[in-house]
């Protein structure tokens, strides 16, 4: 028995060992009896792995434990689809200090039986396998109840394009799992003979700490969880003063490709690099600051005080009514200097009304005539009522007079603000905005960007492909690259053709001078390799993003509202203003009634600047989608999606949706999902009855294009011969069909209804 279970558990992992981009899940049981489906008959008590990665070579080390959920023992065996051109290294299972090995089947073999399984159980849950090979146990019983623990351990070469290494680990059968698992984690050690610079993972949030240049922990952790995709890691290995690297993705000829930079500074340079900067605070202090506001706003202000660089320049501009400096012109950061200011600080009290255009004509005039980066963190919690008050003037002079380019942080505090115009004065000026909430802290906010922005390396970054045409890159504009941190850059370019080897050139200031750095990067062909897929959607959720904030600070027109439409129809892209999509009264194929949905919902946005409403799009909707840097999972029908964090869970029918509906949820910090539509990768299925409708089909009506479909029955021949022309990815969206469900797609121009 245990050593059944050994070889069981040996294969889920041996994925691990296939190249990435080809792999898509770890392996799964499979009850012998015809009325067990292939779903939900085991569960995954917790899920450990180490991988230690020492120049390109990964040591993994996984301790696992898994238990039958039913009440009974049942047979089964256990499959593990081996990839076309997949490798396997050596592989070590230990159960009770005993080895194991495992056995390989090959495609056309393991072809039949995949086919077989799916034909006899009516459960499509193996059709993303079809023609790979298989790893197979013969039938064993499976205790219920009892867990069985397995550790394995094992050797791979993990991929590299140019200086990007890519460490990939299989999470994604893990969704078979009858209930979430108690506890995941992933934890990847890199040490490398040159520095890392950037560490990223498109598909789950890491905890990277830095034990040196070249050595790097990033660690994926949480509880009662069921992941959905697979883990994937990606880190820069090179000895640049500032390093970058290009992934893209191109679906075909026709199309622009996507591309994603990432640009991060060296760590062992870094800190010798940093550049000194000025610091204006420009503090509130009106009287409806009053109480815990302004105790919580003194607070942050201190924080960021204490924290700057000796190197550092520095002034505070105090404003209620009228406007005063603490000091006549900026400083130096001493710390007599400092422990003046905070003096200063503790006497302000909070009265009088809010002049926030004199505020910050008298801030840029402290910052105006320095060669040094400026970057000025601007508080309120109202709108202005005194001086100026009038958002066109306050945008048009604050431009104007900010000939030195200094870099505007806003702040919001409570729900008064004037949320339009805090947005335009950042967006306008190099910075970013961010909002409070009445019960939030404000110095955890302001502590969280000044961090960031503490140390600044490299500044007014600009990038180019040399001889590529690149267009809608987001951010709009680079900013600054600091110490620690680093910048995804995402966006088109037009190129047709085989691959390209080209010239990433990243320009600014460094070290006081203006300095480019060159890096040979290669732009992929068109086709369909998916290994940088995610690229493109994550680019859309950008988009979408910029384009909330144009109905935001300018208003709806036709254009972008269609373009809002459309990018969040086709990749599912939900918020409180597109989530009429994923309504079953909404016909996606009548584009007049789609519109008028979408005028109506955006209304909401454009037409209040201020209020909770206005800040918490802010905050949460589009904020998030314009700072977004991973992809939403796949969908995992009949079984639970990742814990949004706080223990809750949606079923998988359901999508996150970014920002919240709701004031209270907003308050509360809890995610809200969407009913009615499922997500895997950049494809999205939206539930109308019992018919689910690929976004490539959402144009036709069943009824009226009937005889522009194809009607096919599940699990004929004709259905599998579908499965053998599709590729991988267009049978993973095949497989996500359940019982009772229709599916309506367009596969190689061709439309289908699966019954």
Not at 158 to 185: G, H
Not at 616 to 637: C, F, K
Not at 723 to 730: D, F, H, P
Request: charged share 25%.
């Amino acid at each position: 028995m245990k050593k059944v279970h050994a070889i069981l558990i040996a294969t889920m992992l041996a994925i691990v060992l296939l190249p990435a981009g080809f792999a898509r899940g770890d392996g799964m049981i499979v009850p012998i009896r015809r009325d067990i489906r292939v779903r939900g008959s085991w569960a995954v008590k917790y899920h450990h792995v180490n991988v230690l990665v020492r120049d390109q070579v990964a040591s993994v080390s996984v301790d696992q434990a898994f238990v039958n959920t039913g009440r009974g023992m049942i047979e089964v065996e256990y499959l593990f689809p081996v990839p076309p051109k997949a490798a396997i290294d050596s592989m070590t299972l230990v159960v009770d200090g005993k080895e194991f090995t495992a056995k390989l089947l090959k495609a056309d073999e393991a072809r039949k039986i995949y086919e077989n399984i799916v034909r006899q159980k009516k459960d499509p849950a193996l059709l993303e396998y079809a023609g790979f090979g298989m790893y197979k146990t013969r039938a064993f019983p499976l205790e219920p109840g009892k867990p069985c623990k397995i550790i394995v351990t094992y050797k791979t070469v993990c991929k590299k394009d140019q200086d990007l290494v890519e460490v990939f680990y299989p999470l994604n059968t893990e969704k078979y799992s009858a209930r979430a698992i108690e506890s995941v984690r992933v934890k990847v050690d890199v040490k490398s003979k040159t520095d890392i610079g950037a560490i990223y993972s498109p598909t789950h949030s890491l905890d990277v700490k830095r034990n040196a240049p070249n050595h790097v922990i990033a660690t994926y952790q949480v509880k009662k969880a069921l992941p959905t995709t697979d883990f994937q890691l990606f880190y820069k290995a090179s000895n640049d003063k500032v390093g970058a690297s290009l992934l893209t993705h191109q679906s075909d000829a026709k199309t622009d490709g996507h591309f994603m930079m990432l640009v991060s500074p060296n760590p062992r340079n870094s800190r010798t690099a940093v550049v000194a900067k000025n610091v204006i605070a420009v503090f509130d202090h009106s009287g409806s600051m009053s109480d815990k506001k302004i105790t919580q706003a003194k607070e942050a202000l201190r924080y960021v005080l204490r924290n700057l660089n000796p190197e550092d320049r520095f002034n505070v501009v105090s404003y209620n009514d009228s406007v005063e400096t603490f000091f006549g012109k900026m400083v130096d950061a001493k710390k007599e200097k400092i422990t003046v200011a905070l003096d200063m600080v503790d006497r302000l009290e909070a009265t009088g009304g809010t002049n926030i255009h004199e505020a910050l004509q008298v801030a840029l005039k402290q910052a105006g005539g320095s060669k040094r980066p400026s970057y000025i963190i601007f508080m309120t919690d109202g709108q202005p009522t005194v001086g100026k008050t009038e958002e066109k003037d306050i945008l048009l002079e604050t431009k104007t007079a900010n000939k030195c380019g200094a870099r505007i942080f806003t702040f919001g505090v409570g729900y008064q603000p004037n949320v339009r115009l805090l947005d335009k004065l950042s967006l306008e000026n190099n910075g970013r905005s961010d909002y409070v909430k009445p019960t939030e802290p404000i110095e955890t906010k302001v502590a969280s960007l000044y961090n960031k922005i503490k140390n600044p390396v490299m500044t007014d970054l600009k990038i180019k492909l040399q001889g590529v045409k690149i267009k809608d890159m987001y951010p709009r504009k680079l900013g600054d690259l600091f110490d620690g941190d680093q910048i995804v850059v995402v966006g088109r370019y037009d190129c047709k053709g085989s691959s390209r080897n080209t010239t990433l050139v990243v320009n600014g200031v460094y070290q006081g001078k203006q300095r480019g750095f060159e890096y040979n990067v290669t732009i992929h062909p068109p086709g369909k390799d998916m290994r940088y897929v995610f690229v493109e959607k994550l680019w859309a959720t950008r988009r979408v993003g910029y384009l909330m904030d144009q109905v935001q600070l300018s208003g709806k027109s036709k254009e972008v509202v269609d373009e809002l439409i459309r990018l969040s129809k086709k990749y599912g892209i939900m918020t409180p203003y597109t989530s009429f999509l994923a309504d079953e009264t909404t016909r996606l194929n009548r584009p007049a009634d789609v519109r008028r949905a979408a005028v109506r919902n955006l209304g909401k946005l454009s037409s209040t600047g201020t209020g909770g409403w206005a800040e918490q799009s802010g905050a949460r909707t589009r904020g998030a989608l314009n700072t977004a840097d991973q992809v939403a999972p796949a969908s995992v029908p009949g079984a639970t999606m990742d814990s949004d964090g706080k223990g809750t869970y949606a079923k998988a029918s359901k999508r996150k949706m970014y920002g919240n509906a709701g004031k209270d949820k907003y308050e509360a910090e809890t995610a809200e999902y969407v009913a009615g539509l499922r997500q895997i990768g950049n494809t999205s299925l939206y539930r109308r009855g019992r018919v689910w409708i690929a976004s490539s089909a959402s144009k036709l009506d069943p009824k009226k294009d009937a005889d522009k479909i194809k009607r096919v029955k599940r699990f004929s021949d004709d259905y599998f011969k579908l499965i053998r022309a599709n590729t991988t990815y267009e049978n993973q969206v095949m497989a996500s069909q359940q019982a009772d469900e229709e599916m309506l797609i367009v596969l190689r121009g061709q439309a289908y209804q699966i019954e």
